[in-house]
């Protein structure tokens, strides 16, 4: 079993950054994929981004060149760092943790950009 718990949420104006963490309750180095999903209010949840124990990301088009996904195994922690935020980034930021055999999903952060 993993628990992921996210913080970092909040609101902020577009164009502005924030910084998402995500803490697991076991030892990353175990965990094949971390990820960030989020969903938007009547839409489906997608991806974000994911990066492998080897360092390999995916972004999603819509995000490319302005969020970056890092990993901290030592401190079983992902991070998502968002800049250049757009209206249409208005979500609920949801962690993943993947291996072969389990998934594993967070509870969620809202994040919301308005002026």
């Known amino acids: 079993q993993v628990k992921l718990v996210e913080s970092g949420g909040g609101l902020v104006q577009p164009g502005g950054s924030l910084r998402l963490s995500c803490a697991a309750s076991r030892s990353t180095f175990s965990i094949n994929i971390l990820g960030w999903f989020r969903q938007a209010p009547g839409k489906e949840r997608d991806l974000v981004a994911t990066?492998?124990?080897?360092?390999?990301?995916v972004y999603a088009d819509s995000v490319k060149g302005r969020f970056t996904i890092s990993r901290d195994n030592a401190k079983s922690t992902v991070y998502l760092e968002m800049t250049n935020l757009k209206r249409e980034d208005t979500a609920v930021y949801y962690c993943?943790?993947?291996?072969?055999?389990?998934?594993?999903w967070g509870q969620g952060t809202q994040v919301t950009v308005s002026s």
């Open positions: 990066i492998s124990n080897g360092g390999r990301t």
């Open positions: 993943n943790a993947r291996t072969v055999l389990e998934n594993y």
